[in-house]
T-cell receptor
Framework: DAGITQSPRHKVTETGTPVTLRCHQT?????MYWYRQDPGHGLRLIHY???????DKGEVSDGYSVSRSKTEDFLLTLESATSSQTSVYFC?????????????FGPGTRLTVL | AQSVAQPEDQVNVAEGNPLTVKCTYS??????LFWYVQYPNRGLQFLLK??????LVKGSYGFEAEFNKSQTSFHLKKPSALVSDSALYFC????????????FGTGTKLQVIP
């Protein structure tokens, strides 16, 4: 998984509870991404980062925030979890943001919001 | 807006037979195209990409893909399917110019029957 770890790997929480997911990489890549995977939707970009403290929104960012205080860590926070945020969350990295640069994915976090 | 279509939710093929997983795309200008594979409970793994040049691209595990600009297609192929190829396959597209997000298809489940 290209030196990418995600924690926790599984989490069950209740509606209204804050949740933070962590992505850690060991290769000092500049670009990091958070996606969610849902049946019938493929992968959808939540937020991405192009450097320490540099982040921007993706296509489904409502209800999510991110932080990147160190190159190696990219945190995704659900301020107040809702059942619609039940999903599998994937972190990814790439060497560069654009062009023909493929992405490398972490193992995923399965989040269930009751 | 860019988009990717994978018209088949599932493809079944007998072991040893050739396989094709279809993908069509829509994007402004010339595209960067990718195929990823996902095994159960794993993140996506990069298989191959088209940037420019030869329309037939070879990738990992004996897979190849053919870029067809006139048909806006990028079908994934393999001459002889293995049971171990059974997985979920995603096509993805990125447009040119600056940071362009990657758009993923909804995925095709490939089932190789022994």
């Amino acid at each position: 998984d290209a030196g990418i770890t995600q924690s926790p790997r599984h989490k069950v929480t209740e509606t209204g509870t804050p949740v933070t997911l962590r992505c850690h990489q060991t290769e000092n890549h500049r670009y990091m991404y958070w996606y969610r995977q849902d049946p019938g939707h493929g992968l959808r970009l939540i937020h991405y980062s192009y450097g320490v403290k540099d982040t921007d929104k993706g296509e489904v960012s409502d209800g999510y925030s991110v932080s990147r205080s160190k190159t190696e860590d990219f945190l995704l926070t659900l301020e107040s979890a809702t059942s619609s945020q039940t999903s599998v969350y994937f972190c990814a990295i790439s060497v560069q943001a654009g062009g023909g640069n493929e992405q490398f994915f972490g193992p995923g976090t399965r989040l269930t919001v009751l | 807006a860019q988009s990717v279509a994978q018209p088949e939710d599932q493809v079944n093929v007998a072991e040893g037979n050739p396989l094709t997983v279809k993908c069509t795309y829509s994007v402004s200008g010339n595209p960067y195209l990718f195929w990823y594979v996902q095994y159960p409970n794993r993140g996506l793994q990069f298989l191959l990409k088209y940037i420019t040049g030869d329309n037939l691209v070879k990738g990992s595990y004996g897979f190849e893909a053919e870029f067809n600009k006139s048909q806006t297609s990028f079908h994934l192929k393999k001459p002889s399917a293995l049971v171990s190829d059974s997985a979920l396959y995603f096509c993805a597209v990125r447009g040119l110019g600056g940071y362009q997000k990657v758009t993923f298809g909804t995925g095709t489940k490939l089932q190789v029957i022994p």
